[in-house]
């Protein structure tokens, strides 16, 4: 049995960091992210295909 401990390098600056603003999400979107996480990679490169596709067809007028 190993007793190695491994630490985390990590580079963070110093100072204060920008962060975006927060949005508040809707319960029916709260769904969808939950759902979409659960996803393993290929299904989710498969979903933001499909979702990218639905947002560029024009839309009917």
Known sequence: MSTEV???VVDQP???VAQ???EW???E???LLRFY???DETEQAFMRRA???M???ESPS
Request: aromatic fraction near 0%.
């Open 25 to 27: 999400v809707t319960p």
């Open 6 to 8: 491994l630490e985390a």
């Open 51 to 53: 979702i990218e596709a």
């Open 55 to 57: 947002v560029c067809r």
């Open 29 to 31: 979107e709260r769904l």
């Open 14 to 16: 110093g100072g204060m």
């Open 37 to 39: 996480r659960q996803l």
């Open 20 to 22: 975006p603003m927060m």
